[in-house]
């Protein structure tokens, strides 16, 4: 099977390209964590060179971080559906894993 030329190929990357950097125009806005109190709840425990911080947020706090506003994007635009998506209710059925990093 012979090798298209990348003349042939590069239309479709951009393409690709464009679609997927069209996908990342709405990001996720959370809560700022600085105005939730649950930090205020902190409990500190250290040993040797390690020292562990936990504070655990209020059926409240965990709305305010974490009930997010649903939308459809399936035409290209970002429309309100009304819903929200409610981590608590979801952890409650099954697993669930957060994963927090961030990148630029």
């Known amino acids: 099977m012979p090798i298209e030329p990348f003349y042939v190929r590069?239309?479709?990357f951009l393409v690709v390209a464009?679609?997927?950097?069209?996908?990342?125009?709405a990001p996720?806005?959370?809560a700022d964590v600085d105005t939730i109190a649950f930090?205020?709840?902190a409990q500190t425990q250290s040993e040797g060179?390690?020292?562990?911080?936990?504070a655990v947020p209020d059926p409240d706090e965990?709305?305010?971080?974490f009930d997010l506003p649903l939308y459809d994007f399936s035409d290209g635009t970002r429309v309100e559906t009304g819903r929200?998506?409610?981590l608590?209710?979801?952890?409650?059925?099954?697993?669930?894993?957060?994963?927090?990093g961030s990148y630029t």
């Open 39 to 41: 930090r205020d709840r």
């Open 88 to 100: 608590q209710a979801v952890a409650a059925n099954r697993p669930v894993a957060l994963i927090f």
């Open 18 to 25: 464009a679609l997927l950097s069209a996908c990342a125009t």
């Open 49 to 54: 060179p390690v020292t562990v911080v936990a």
């Open 10 to 12: 590069a239309p479709i």
């Open 28 to 30: 996720y806005q959370p």
């Open 62 to 65: 965990t709305r305010a971080l």
């Open 84 to 86: 929200n998506f409610q």
